[in-house]
T-cell receptor, first 114, second 113 residues
């Protein structure tokens, strides 16, 4: 069965510092991995995805993620955090045969302090 | 603006009442999904549709029914609401099998008392 783990409920980082939000996954076959962000009282917004190819994926708002097949991880990163990055972040996984059905992690709340 | 529209945005139901949540998308997407979001549990798939006239069960389908009579609309029904169905409901859509990211609606906050 497919699953996604986000081991941290909350990540705190100072503005200007690099940030990492962790994600590990379990899926049969090739994984298709996604990151979404949710601002208060809003729907989820797509940030980036890994389907195939380069292990480092760049997305919206300066975010990037690194796919590591041996560690089954897909951590979200940003070199310099902004206060406006504070939000709830979700990692999600699908496989090639699943009608694009996504399995989401529980979410990680990112708090960027001035 | 193009996108996914959910109605209503908020609703309070009494136990046993019924209601229908409407999701409409204007992007000609084939696939549509209903998720529920609960604290600490992320989003869980309720039902999904891969085209007009088709529906399928997701991870947590019990107590819900869906219909997709028109390609642009995906309805989620609660026949007899229970307090356990208190949640935030999100609709999403995407193009067919090319694994684009989902486009989400802004959600419906449902409280069952």
């Amino acid at each position: 069965a497919q699953s996604v783990a986000q081991p941290e409920d909350q990540v705190n980082v100072a503005e200007g510092n690099p940030l990492t939000v962790k994600c590990t996954y379990s899926v049969s076959g090739n994984p298709y991995l996604f990151w979404y962000v949710q601002y208060p009282n809003r729907g989820l917004q797509f940030l980036l995805k890994y389907i195939t190819g380069d292990n480092l994926v760049k997305g919206s708002y300066g975010f990037e993620a690194e796919f590591n097949k041996s560690q089954t991880s897909f951590h979200l990163k940003k070199p310099s955090a902004l206060v406006s990055d504070s939000a709830l972040y979700f990692c999600a996984v699908s496989n090639s045969g699943g009608y694009n059905k996504l399995i989401f992690g529980a979410g990680t709340r990112l708090a960027v302090h001035p | 603006n193009a996108g996914v529209t959910q109605t209503p945005k908020f609703r309070v139901l009494k136990t046993g009442q019924s209601m229908t949540l409407l999701c409409a998308q204007d992007m000609n997407h084939e696939y549509m999904y209903w998720y529920r979001q609960d604290p600490g549990m992320g989003l869980r798939l309720i039902h999904y549709s891969v085209g007009e006239g088709t529906t399928a069960k997701g991870e947590v389908p019990d107590g819900y029914n869906v219909s997709r009579l028109k390609k642009q609309n995906f309805l989620l029904g609660l026949e007899s609401a229970a307090p356990s169905q208190t949640s935030v409901y999100f609709c999403a859509s995407t193009e067919g099998q090319r694994l684009y990211g989902y486009t989400f609606g802004s959600g419906t906050r449902l409280t069952v008392v």
